[in-house]
């Protein structure tokens, strides 16, 4: 793992780095979300400081892939709730008759909470059903969604039928943000999304995953890239949902989401912007069935 993920979990309260495995047996779960090649394995890669699937395995063919801090051998979750074994490729793992994989990595991040990393929403080859029987598990979501075309109308349909409850429980990652070259352009994207997603996540962060991945030990690089603010965001925000403080304070990272895109005289640009009417984004044609949220069973 980064040491710059290894000095965020530092900054953890005492009780959060003890053996959690002991300490918070209900730790929370994270789903990544989002659209194909949207980010979210290399995100996994970020947080866990390796590959999080075995190596040759295509993460677009597979069921949600639920891990979790420790070393045992990864095993299957039918539809009928029985396990079964895998091998190390997962080889006839069908993503019609398994709800999810448990995988099993020694990472540092995981002490603090599980990673449901889920398939691309818009693979026009695997049905919805295999991510929605699983999202109700899901504690927090991180949606990546790629800046270059950030937030779609697909995306922005899927989110609506989401349980409420998880609106100010999760952050919306603006992805590969050094495709966009212009300063300018970067703080017009998040003033955007932010205007046509309020009241939909807790926060909106820009950040270039593949940059953190290369910023190595170099802090400048790791902070330029966004994901300084990222991991702290995330940690603050698990925290919060382990000990159930959640609802009882106003995160400091929506603050600092409120300060990257503010109207008026903005610093990254250094000038004067327009600030648009929001936009309605949600399509008229595409409706799906809304999701309700079920008790997790927890393991």
């Not at 980010?39 to 597979?62: D, Y």
Request: charged fraction near 25%.
């Amino acid at each position: 793992m980064s040491e710059q993920i290894m000095d965020g979990m530092e900054q953890m309260p005492a009780d959060a780095v003890e053996d959690v495995a002991e300490t918070r047996k209900n730790r929370p779960r994270v789903a990544l979300m989002g659209e194909f090649s949207a980010g979210k394995s290399t995100l996994s890669n970020l947080l866990l400081g390796r590959a999080a699937l075995p190596v040759n395995v295509t993460a677009t063919q597979l069921p949600p892939v639920w891990m979790s801090f420790g070393d045992k051998p990864a095993y299957g979750v039918g539809m009928d709730g029985e396990e079964f074994d895998v091998d190390a490729k997962f080889n006839g793992v069908s993503v019609h008759d398994t709800r999810y994989i448990r995988l099993f990595h020694a990472a540092k991040f995981l002490q603090n909470c599980d990673l449901i990393d889920m398939p691309g929403i818009s693979d026009p080859n695997m049905d919805a059903a295999v991510w929605q029987r699983v999202i109700g598990e899901a504690d927090i979501v991180i949606w990546c969604s790629h800046a270059t075309q950030a937030w779609r109308q697909s995306e922005a349909a899927v989110w609506s039928t989401m349980p409420p409850e998880l609106y100010h429980k999760s952050l919306l990652l603006l992805t590969r943000m050094d495709r966009i070259l212009s300063e300018r352009d970067r703080a017009r994207v998040v003033k955007r999304v932010q205007s046509e997603t309020k009241g939909l996540f807790r926060a909106v962060l820009p950040v270039s995953l593949i940059q953190a991945l290369d910023s190595r030990d170099n802090p400048d690089l790791w902070q330029q890239s966004g994901a300084d603010v990222l991991v702290k965001s995330l940690i603050e925000l698990t925290d919060e949902v382990a000990s159930g403080s959640i609802g009882r304070r106003v995160s400091r990272m929506t603050r600092v989401s409120e300060t990257l895109a503010r109207p008026g005289l903005d610093d990254a640009i250094g000038e004067r912007v327009v600030e648009k009417a929001p936009k309605i984004v949600m399509p008229t044609r595409v409706r799906p069935r809304p999701l309700v949220s079920r008790p997790p069973q927890r393991n």
